[in-house]
């Protein structure tokens, strides 16, 4: 019995230490023809290696400009992404609540499943919303050549010169936030490859301005002498999401500070913002507050739920009972714009977009699409960032509609002409400055907030899922 225990013993251990020999002679090298490289399967990026598409002197009518992007070049669900980083960061997401409003600090979730506040922004997430939601390659590519150009006009401290742009004043505060909000807005943060340079310097730039009571842009020309408002509001929320991206500790402390500056300081208590702090409130600059305060905490910033209850109540002193917001709570006359930035408060207020005000002012919204008219007559860029913004959040027939003229007025008229080279005359990838509110900003302004609109596919997310 011993004897043939050892032998079984031995006869296992022979098994398992001899290598098979297998003859793969035959296998490949028999089918293809000698010096033939091996098959390689070809980059099947869609974003990656975007088509320059020229642009025409005179665009036909009709033109088809939002084409779904073909759904085969995506994954078919919402779990087998390209990159892990498209479901979101566990750490962007919270269902910590924004005071009594009842709204969760998440901004958005995705088709069919929840995802991190910022996480559908790049790489299979960013191409799986702008096939979802009605983007195409054709708005990809203008926001890519917009990014290109804002790089190409940085300045060397990381900032935008406003009016070295066309801009009458000088808003280079502002329009620098703008700008980093575009490259964030597209998924490209401080540690990535493509424009990770232009991101950090932008970011420095935004923190250096910063005083030691936690303001932005103070000196900087608004529209009021001296005003602040703007100017803070857009960079803190480029930094909340600069920080919320990156998870960089060095952002969380400026991050912080400007959003208690905007709290503690600048807002009028039970109220919203102005130009200066403490002042009575309009729903212009409200807006942009909103914005910030709600980026922060979903970055998992310290901000009171009483910011956003004052926000919602002056909202609702300066609606009608159709939903429609007027500049100021004592102005007689609603027009879209207002309307647009007050169905944004009230939605990250906690309102569904079936509420009647919501709905309502989406309504309103539907009579005044965008359009870029001859000499362009009837450009307003501010007023198409926040449309967006809302009807996207609507989603339905009303951003159908939104989405097909928004892209309509804003792809074709990009300009496609001209050198790339930094120099004075490269106007290629922007958008000319007219229309409302353009002169004081400049072609900066211009194509950073023209790229926002066409990133609004992935930028946030629907609130209540699509």
Known sequence: LLHTVL?????????????????????????????????KEPDRGVFENLVEIDHPEEVPNPILLHEPAELDDHNETANNMDDNSARGSEKALSDIPLG????????????????????YRDRGGRKRAVAHFGGSR????????????????????????????????????????????????????????????????????????????????????????????????ICGLALAEAYGMSENAALRGPAQKAADYSVKVHQKPGSGWRY???????????????????????????????????????????????????????????????????????????????DPKVSGGANYLLKDLPVWGEHGNGVNFYYWYYGAMTTFQVGGETWKKWNAAMTEALVPNQRADGPKDGSAADVHGSWDPVGTWCTRGGRA??????????????????IYGK
């Open 7 to 39: 032998f079984l013993l031995v006869s296992l251990l022979a098994v398992a230490t001899v290598k098979p020999v297998i003859d793969d002679s035959g296998l490949v090298s028999d089918i293809r023809p000698e010096g033939e490289k091996p098959f």
């Open 100 to 119: 009594k409003t009842g709204v969760v600090a998440v901004l958005g979730v995705g088709p069919g499943e929840p995802c991190g506040s910022f996480g």
């Open 138 to 233: 054709l708005t990809e590519t203008a926001v890519e050549r917009a990014l290109a150009w804002l790089s190409r006009h940085q300045e060397k401290d990381g900032g935008w010169d406003a009016a070295r742009w066309e801009a009458s004043m000088k808003t280079d505060a502002g329009v620098t936030g703008l700008a980093l909000l575009a490259y964030l807005g597209a998924g490209y943060t401080e540690k990535s490859p493509k424009y990770g340079t232009v991101v950090r310097k932008a970011t420095a730039w935004i923190v250096k301005q910063q005083a030691d009571d936690g303001a932005i842009g103070r000196g900087m020309e608004g529209t009021e002498p001296n005003g602040v408002g703007y100017h803070h509001a």
């Open 276 to 354: 200066r702090p403490g002042t009575e409130a309009d729903l212009s600059v409200t807006g942009w507050f909103v914005m910030q305060i709600k980026s922060a905490r979903v970055a998992g910033l310290s901000v009171p739920g009483s910011a956003m209850q004052g926000a919602m109540a002056f909202t609702d002193s300066a609606s009608d009972q159709y939903g429609r917001c007027r500049y100021k709570a004592d102005w007689l006359t609603p027009n879209s714009t207002m309307t647009s930035v007050g169905m944004l408060v009230r939605l990250y207020g906690g309102c569904r977009p079936g």
């Open 445 to 462: 302004y211009s194509t950073a907030v023209g790229a926002l609109c066409l990133e609004v596919y992935y930028r946030y997310l629907p």
